[in-house]
C-alpha cells in the first residue's frame, strides 16, 4: 500500500514474509545503515544485513519500556551513528515495536538535520499505527510524546509472522490501537480477518495522513481515545501499556461526549461491547488513580492547543472539540472511573 505524499510517497509492504521487501525500500544512495532495535526482537527482523546487499549494517540496541523512550536514549543512539561514520545520505532501520520506531526515526529526523528511516516493526501496535505515518518522538517527565518531530519514513515492513512471536499483552496493546478504527469509520472491521483487519487499520492511516500530514485538522482524528490514555499512561508510572490505556480512553471518550450531550447511551454501551467483548480489553483502569493529576496531565497534552482537547465522537462522526469544560470534564471522570 502506498502513503501519498507530495514528492515523498512511500510504500508500506504488509504480508507475512514482508521483511524480503526491505531491499526494495532502502535508498539507493545509502552505502551503511544502522539498525535501531531492542533485545528481545526476534534475530529474522534485527539481524538485516541479508536484506540489504551491498550496505554495511551495524545495531545499535536501546532499553526496552517507556523509561528509555527518552532524550538520553536520542544521545545515545546518535552518538552511535557517529561512531560509524552515518552520513546524511545513509539510512537508519528502525525494527521493533512503536517505541523502537518513534526513537529510531527521531533520531533519524535530527541526525544532521534529517536522515532517511525505514521501519521494520515488529508488533501490532507498530504495524496499525506507530510505524506509519513520520510521528517520532520520546516522552518527558511532564508527559508523552511531548519532544520529536514529523519525519516521514522511506518506507515500511509490516511483517505478520511477527506477530506469532509477541507476548499476550504485546497483542492486547496492539488490539487496543485497532479498536479507534471501528469509530474512525464505521467499517465493520469484526467481519475481517486479523490479517485483513491490519491492512485495512494501514489504509485508513494513510488516507487520513495524505490528508492532513503535521495534524493541522483531520489527522487528530487518530487520537481518539489518547487524550485520558496518555495521563492514565504519565500518572501509572506506564503500569498501564500505551495500548491498554487507549483502549480505556475510548470508553471515557465516549462517557465524556455522553456528558456533553453529543451522543446516546447506546452509542455508550457500543464503544463498551467493542473495547470488552470484541477485544476483551479493559475499560476503567485496574488500579487507582487521581482526578487532579489526570486533568492536570491533560492540560498539558500536546493536542491541548485551546483548554482541553478531546477527540469526540457526535452525530457528524468523531471530531476534535477544544475549550472542553473542565468540570464536565470532572463529573465525567467520576461517573467512570471504578
Given at each position: 500500500m502506498t502513503v501519498p505524499l507530495p514528492d515523498r510517497s512511500y510504500e508500506v509492504v504488509v504480508g507475512s514474509g514482508a521483511v524480503a521487501a526491505l531491499g526494495d525500500l532502502i535508498p539507493a544512495s545509502a552505502q551503511r545503515a544502522v539498525v535501531v532495535t531492542q533485545p528481545g526482537i526476534p534475530s529474522q527482523f534485527r539481524e538485516l544485513a541479508a536484506y540489504v546487499p551491498g550496505v554495511a549494517v551495524d545495531v545499535v540496541e536501546i532499553g526496552v519500556g517507556e523509561v528509555a523512550k527518552s532524550l538520553n536514549t536520542i544521545q545515545q543512539v546518535t552518538q552511535s551513528f557517529a561512531g560509524v561514520g552515518l552520513t546524511r545520505n545513509d539510512v537508519v532501520i528502525g525494527a521493533g515495536g512503536g517505541m523502537v520506531t518513534d526513537v529510531a526515526g527521531f533520531a533519524a529526523a535530527s541526525w544532521h538535520r534529517g536522515t532517511a528511516v525505514v521501519h521494520v516493526s515488529t508488533s501490532l501496535l507498530g504495524m496499525v499505527d506507530?510505524?506509519?505515518?513520520?510521528?517520532?518522538?520520546?516522552?518527558?517527565?511532564?508527559?508523552?510524546?511531548?519532544?520529536g518531530a514529523f519525519w516521514q519514513p522511506s518506507g515500511v515492513v509490516c511483517d505478520l509472522a511477527a506477530l506469532?512471536?509477541?507476548?499476550?499483552?504485546?497483542m492486547r496493546c496492539g488490539l487496543g490501537e485497532m479498536a479507534k478504527y471501528h469509530f474512525l469509520t464505521g467499517d465493520d472491521l469484526l467481519a475481517?480477518?486479523?490479517?485483513?483487519?491490519?491492512?485495512?487499520?494501514?489504509?485508513?492511516?494513510?488516507?487520513?495522513?495524505?490528508?492532513?500530514?503535521?495534524?493541522?485538522?483531520?489527522?487528530?482524528?487518530?487520537?481518539?481515545?489518547?487524550?485520558?490514555?496518555?495521563?492514565?499512561?504519565?500518572?501509572t508510572d506506564h503500569d498501564l501499556a500505551h495500548g491498554e490505556a487507549v483502549a480505556i480512553g475510548l470508553v471515557f471518550a465516549a462517557e465524556l461526549a455522553y456528558e456533553l450531550g453529543r451522543i446516546d447511551?447506546?452509542?455508550?454501551?457500543?464503544?463498551?461491547?467493542?473495547?470488552?467483548?470484541?477485544?476483551?480489553?479493559?475499560t476503567t483502569p485496574s488500579v487507582d488513580v487521581d482526578i487532579d493529576e489526570l486533568v492536570a496531565l491533560m492540560h498539558r497534552?500536546?493536542?491541548?492547543?485551546?483548554?482541553?482537547?478531546?477527540?469526540?465522537?457526535?452525530?457528524?462522526?468523531?471530531?476534535?472539540?477544544?475549550g472542553v469544560d473542565e468540570q464536565r470534564v470532572r463529573s465525567a471522570l467520576e461517573r467512570f472511573l471504578p
Open positions: 506507530a510505524a506509519i505515518g513520520g510521528k517520532t518522538g520520546v516522552n518527558l517527565p511532564e508527559g508523552k510524546n511531548l519532544v506469532a512471536t509477541l507476548p499476550p499483552r504485546e475481517l480477518d486479523l490479517d485483513e483487519r491490519i491492512a485495512r487499520c494501514v489504509e485508513i492511516k494513510a488516507e487520513i495522513v495524505a490528508a492532513d500530514e503535521r495534524e493541522g485538522g483531520r489527522r487528530a482524528l487518530l487520537n481518539y481515545g489518547h487524550t485520558l490514555a496518555h495521563a492514565l499512561e504519565t500518572a447511551a447506546g452509542r455508550v454501551d457500543e464503544h463498551r461491547a467493542v473495547v470488552a467483548r470484541e477485544y476483551d480489553l479493559m497534552d500536546k493536542k491541548a492547543i485551546a483548554g482541553l482537547t478531546f477527540a469526540l465522537d457526535g452525530s457528524n462522526g468523531i471530531e476534535v472539540v477544544t
